[in-house]
């Protein structure tokens, strides 16, 4: 005989103010994410995964023993294909969990993963925004139209690599980054420097470099690209084939978020916050789309509501 264990889960993520990253705000589902159960020796009992509004039920042996759900940041479904790692060497996922013992049915409290101190709501952010991006690319080509255009459904495989405070950019021998590795299917996102979250440059609550990151492997894996990579400036002259795979990011991001922003924050409220940069992509003003954020080269908010 078995029980329904029911509940929601829930992520935590600062939202944009004047200044940069302000506060968290009200907690946001964690959607198509994985869900597993395991028993006290940890194996698995029974498995599966959120639904659109973050909420899951799995049926259990009934028992007075103790159990653990968790819901992880990845899934493999027909809406997203994605895990969110901590660092390629380990490959482990961040995930939220609760105890409970099975003596009947019940719905347990919303599982959260917050926006400060461990940090997990930073990982589910980066994973709900490629839940978002193919999203977006289901309603935009889900029918293409053509003969020769395959109709969307899922993206391939994409491994991403985050961890609280760390840059991933050290990798490569580079200052604070988030970057794509071409043929490779993985992203590196980053979670800070040294350690620092509050004062150092951090991406993981930036959607605009997140989803940018996300479209570069969306043009690697599904279209055909010839950018070279390498360093980029909005302020220089580059290749015209990097150029055009930087502009196709900054495009994708801006059409998935529905914003004709560019973003890129450092820090936030709980520390010193502040816009390394904010382009308006649709203003032609050379000055707006300089490093660092130029005041005064906001578009109105209105404009996209």
């Not at 302000?22 to 995964?49: H, K, N, S, Y």
Request: hydrophobic share 30%.
């Amino acid at each position: 005989s078995g029980v329904t264990i029911s509940g929601s889960a829930l992520y935590e993520a600062r939202e944009l103010d004047a200044n940069g990253l302000g506060a968290p705000g009200l907690p946001r589902p964690i959607r198509f994410a994985e869900v597993t159960v395991v028993d006290g020796l940890g194996d698995t009992v029974q498995c599966g995964q959120t639904d659109s509004a973050g909420n899951f039920a799995v049926i259990v042996p009934q028992g007075s023993h103790t159990y653990t759900v968790s819901v992880k940041s990845r899934g493999k479904n027909e809406k997203v294909n994605a895990q969110v790692f901590n660092r390629p060497e380990q490959k482990q996922a961040y995930s939220i969990s609760k105890s409970f013992t099975p003596n009947q049915s019940q719905a347990l409290d919303p599982l959260v993963a917050p926006a400060t101190e461990n940090l997990e709501g930073g990982a589910f952010n980066i994973f709900d925004q490629i839940v978002a991006a193919n999203e977006f690319l289901r309603t935009e080509v889900g029918n293409c139209g053509f003969a020769s255009c395959p109709n969307f459904t899922v993206a391939p495989n994409v491994d991403v690599y985050w961890e609280k405070g760390f840059n991933p950019g050290s990798y490569v021998n580079q200052g604070p980054v988030s970057f794509y590795m071409p043929g490779q299917s993985c992203l590196f996102i980053l979670g800070g420097l040294n350690g620092n979250v509050n004062e150092a440059d951090t991406d993981h609550f930036d959607n605009s470099v997140i989803i940018h990151e996300y479209g570069h492997f969306i043009e690697d894996v599904m279209t055909d690209t010839d950018s070279p990579g390498g360093p980029h400036s909005g302020n220089k002259q580059i290749d015209p084939r990097l150029a055009w795979g930087e502009g196709w990011g900054n495009f994708f991001q801006a059409a998935v978020l529905n914003s004709p922003y560019y973003i890129d924050t450092e820090g936030n409220i709980d520390g010193d916050t502040n816009y390394i940069f904010k382009i308006p992509l649709e203003d032609a003003d050379p000055q707006c789309a300089s490093e660092p954020y130029t005041p005064g080269c906001d578009v109105p908010s209105e404009t996209y509501e």
